[in-house]
Nanobody, 116 residues
């Protein structure tokens, strides 16, 4: 079955960039069947927030609220997709999840804390 695993630093300093990678196994990120691959986060005490996605063709889509500082890319040779969020603040502290296949498959989530 399809499995996703997030990886990246757990602590980022304010004003720096956050970079997370999602490694996918059991299914190709280029296959149209799975449609899209997304990044979602959950700040402490709040609900889930969709950040953006990259579809099987490679086109990215971003939340309007994050569009100025988010980038999602992929490495098809490694079957990975990557989130970069620039100019982070403590408000970006959250559990970050990657998900795929129209949200049928989820990673376990990774805690990212923005603090000096």
């Amino acid at each position: 079955q399809v499995q996703l695993q997030e990886s990246g630093p757990g602590l980022v300093k304010p004003s720096q960039s956050l970079s997370l990678t999602c490694t996918v196994s059991g299914g190709s990120i280029t296959t149209a069947y799975y449609n899209n691959w997304s990044w979602i986060r959950q700040p402490p005490g709040k609900g889930l927030e969709w950040m953006g996605a990259i579809v099987s063709s490679g086109s990215p889509y971003y939340s309007p609220s994050l569009k100025s500082r988010i980038s999602i890319s992929r490495d098809t040779s490694k079957n990975q997709f990557t989130l970069q969020l620039d100019s982070v603040t403590p408000e970006d502290t959250a559990i970050y999840y990657c998900a795929g296949g129209d949200y049928n498959y989820w990673g376990q989530g990774t805690q990212v804390t923005v603090s000096s």
